[in-house]
C-alpha cells in the first residue's frame, strides 16, 4: 500500500500539491461529516415561534410591514409610502409595477446603503447590465460613487 502511495505520488508532476489537495479533501469530507452529524443531532421544532406570536401575525388585525423599513403599510399597496421598496405580493410578477421595483432596486444601489458583500455587489452590476445595457458603465459610476467612502470617510449617502 505504501509503495502504491509513493508510486502514485512519483508519477503526479507536482507530488507536494497532490498532497496538499488530497489533504484538504480529507478536510473537507470531515467537516461535510461533522456539519450533517450536527444538524442530525439538533432538536426538530416545525415552527421556531412561539403560538402566541403565530396567533399576532395571522390575525386579521395584523399589520403588514415593509421588509426593507419595517413601516406599517396598506395590505393592497404596492409599495411603501416611506422607502419604495415593493411591499405587494403580487408587485413583481405585474408588468407595470415590476419597472418601478427594478428601478428602487437599482437606487438602493446608488444611494450605498446596503449590506456591501461581493454577492450583493456582483448583483448590482449584473442587473445594471440586464437593464442599462450599453449605458450600464454610468450606472457603475454612479454604483461605485455610492459605494466607496469620500475622503472625509464618510460615503455620499451619509450626507443626507
Ligand atoms: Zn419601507
Request: net charge neutral.
Amino acid at each position: 500500500m505504501e509503495n502504491r502511495m509513493i508510486a502514485l505520488l512519483e508519477l503526479t508532476p507536482h507530488p507536494d500539491r497532490s498532497v496538499a489537495v488530497l489533504g484538504g479533501l480529507l478536510l473537507l469530507c470531515c467537516g461535510v461529516r461533522w456539519r450533517l452529524r450536527w444538524l442530525q443531532a439538533s432538536p426538530r421544532t416545525s415552527d421556531p415561534w412561539e403560538a402566541a406570536l403565530n396567533e399576532a401575525v395571522q390575525g386579521d388585525d395584523a399589520v403588514p410591514l415593509c421588509h426593507r423599513c419595517l413601516a406599517p403599510h396598506d395590505p393592497q399597496a404596492h409599495f411603501c409610502h416611506d422607502c419604495g421598496a415593493a411591499v405587494g405580493s403580487y408587485t413583481n410578477w405585474l408588468p407595470f409595477p415590476q419597472l418601478f421595483s427594478v428601478g428602487h432596486i437599482l437606487r438602493v444601489g446608488t444611494d450605498g446603503r446596503f449590506k456591501h458583500s461581493p454577492l450583493t455587489i456582483s448583483g448590482f452590476i449584473f442587473l445594471s447590465i440586464a437593464e442599462y445595457h450599453l449605458f450600464a458603465p454610468i450606472y457603475w459610476f454612479l454604483f461605485f460613487r455610492g459605494i466607496t467612502p469620500s475622503s472625509n470617510g464618510v460615503r455620499p449617502a451619509e450626507h443626507a
